[in-house]
């Protein structure tokens, strides 16, 4: 038996694509767990994509399926990556959540494991209001929140400017988007795919033996 996670993201600049690598990278530690990187559609014009540098910077990624909405039903936990926007998650993921309807009406996220990881611009951007307002749509689809536990002790790290907080892995790109994501979150990122997927497995060999 083998669960089944996925890694769907949304990613502008590169950030966030690279914080998943470091989630799937996490998962795949575990035995028993299958793990697929999806992202989901664009909705900014090329043009204007042009314009500010993220067309050429998406070419590294272009290579990563779209997800549509009914493939979240084929996952046992799904773990979202999105960059902060205003403090909270980009449109591009507000957007393919806003096309889960047929999935809220039928249950079939009900009692899947969840989780979030993201980026921000700069140290109190609000990643954790992003990552905590994320959850509302999780809870609304029924699904169970997995965060990041102190047990990770790179949450404690003061000798650096790092992400990771309880709520989920971050990253901070700086305002001009040339940080790239730091070996601190980039292990509490493997850490988080790492704990989904053991609680995943967990619970599905409980289920399994009911
Ligand atoms: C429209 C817009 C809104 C943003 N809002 C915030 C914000 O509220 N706080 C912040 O720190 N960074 C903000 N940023 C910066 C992004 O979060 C940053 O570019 C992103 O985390 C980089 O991730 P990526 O490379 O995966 O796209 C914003 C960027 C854009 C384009």
Same mark, same amino acid.
């Given at each position: 038996? !083998?669960?089944?996670?996925?890694? %769907?993201? +949304?990613?502008? +600049?590169?950030?966030?694509?690279? =914080?998943?690598?470091?989630? /799937?990278?996490?998962?795949?530690? %575990? &035995?028993?767990?299958?793990?697929?990187? +999806? $992202?989901?559609?664009?909705?900014?014009?090329?043009?204007?994509?042009?314009?500010?540098?993220?067309? #050429? #910077?998406?070419?590294?990624?272009?290579?990563?399926?779209?997800?549509?909405?009914?493939?979240?039903?084929? #996952? &046992?936990?799904?773990?979202?990556?999105?960059?902060?926007?205003?403090?909270? =998650?980009?449109?591009? =993921?507000?957007?393919?959540?806003? $096309?889960?309807?047929?999935?809220?009406?039928?249950?079939?996220?009900?009692?899947?494991?969840?989780?979030?990881? *993201?980026? *921000?611009?700069?140290?109190?951007?609000? $990643? @954790?209001?992003?990552?905590?307002?994320?959850?509302?749509?999780?809870?609304?689809?029924?699904?169970?929140? /997995?965060?990041?536990? +102190?047990?990770?002790?790179?949450?404690?790290? =003061? &000798?650096?400017?790092?992400?990771?907080?309880?709520?989920?892995? !971050? *990253?901070?790109?700086?305002? &001009?988007?040339?940080?790239?994501?730091?070996?601190?979150?980039?292990?509490?990122?493997?850490?988080?795919?790492?704990? %989904? #997927?053991?609680?995943? /497995?967990?619970? @599905?060999?409980?289920?399994?033996?009911?």
């Amino acid at each position: 038996m !083998s669960v089944n996670i996925q890694v %769907v993201f +949304y990613s502008m +600049y590169g950030h966030i694509y690279t =914080m998943a690598k470091a989630i /799937v990278e996490g998962v795949k530690e %575990v &035995d028993g767990a299958d793990v697929t990187l +999806y $992202q989901v559609s664009e909705l900014v014009p090329d043009e204007i994509l042009e314009k500010s540098g993220a067309k #050429a #910077a998406r070419e590294a990624f272009a290579h990563i399926p779209l997800i549509s909405p009914d493939q979240l039903a084929e #996952a &046992d936990a799904i773990i979202f990556g999105t960059p902060t926007r205003f403090g909270n =998650m980009c449109a591009q =993921m507000r957007n393919f959540l806003d $096309q889960t309807g047929k999935l809220w009406v039928s249950g079939g996220l009900a009692g899947k494991v969840s989780s979030v990881f *993201t980026s *921000t611009g700069t140290q109190h951007g609000g $990643q @954790e209001t992003t990552i905590t307002s994320f959850h509302s749509t999780l809870l609304h689809q029924g699904m169970i929140i /997995v965060g990041v536990p +102190y047990t990770e002790q790179r949450l404690l790290n =003061m &000798d650096e400017i790092t992400g990771g907080s309880p709520y989920g892995a !971050s *990253t901070l790109a700086a305002a &001009d988007g040339s940080r790239q994501p730091s070996e601190n979150e980039l292990a509490i990122a493997r850490f988080q795919g790492r704990h %989904v #997927a053991e609680i995943t /497995v967990a619970l @599905e060999k409980g289920r399994k033996s009911q």
